[in-house]
């Protein structure tokens, strides 16, 4: 079973920036789709940007211009690029990935506070 491993969450100040990682648990794995989801406290799961296996971005009118994803090949992971952080954007960041079903990370924790 493939396993999703997020890395870089942490406290930030509102205005600051904060990059996600993401790495997949075996190198011949290949999703279709990757991308991030997120969940504040007493709010739903929801999908903050997806990447596709050709290149197609998409983002949550939330993030849009303030978040960037991208995905190195070689070395089979994504990321989530984040700037001008909000407090809003505080949630459990999820990696997220499409390839016959769908696979999960643990969540990281992304807390904007001053």
């Known amino acids: 079973q493939v396993r999703l491993v997020e890395s870089g969450g942490g406290l930030v100040q509102p205005g600051g920036s904060l990059t996600l990682s993401c790495a997949a648990s075996?190198?011949?794995?290949?999703?279709?789709?990757m991308g991030w989801y997120r969940q504040a406290p007493g709010k739903q799961r929801e999908p903050v940007a997806m990447?596709?296996?050709?290149?197609?971005?998409n983002y949550s009118d939330s993030v849009k211009g303030r978040f960037t994803i991208s995905r190195d090949e070689a070395k089979n992971t994504w990321a989530l690029q984040m700037i001008s952080l909000r407090p809003e954007d505080t949630a459990v960041y999820y990696c997220?990935?499409?390839?016959?079903?769908?696979?999960w990370g643990q969540g990281t924790q992304v807390t904007v506070s001053s």
């Open positions: 990447l596709s296996n050709i290149g197609s971005e």
């Open positions: 075996e190198s011949t794995f290949i999703p279709n789709i």
């Open positions: 997220y990935a499409y390839s016959r079903g769908a696979y």
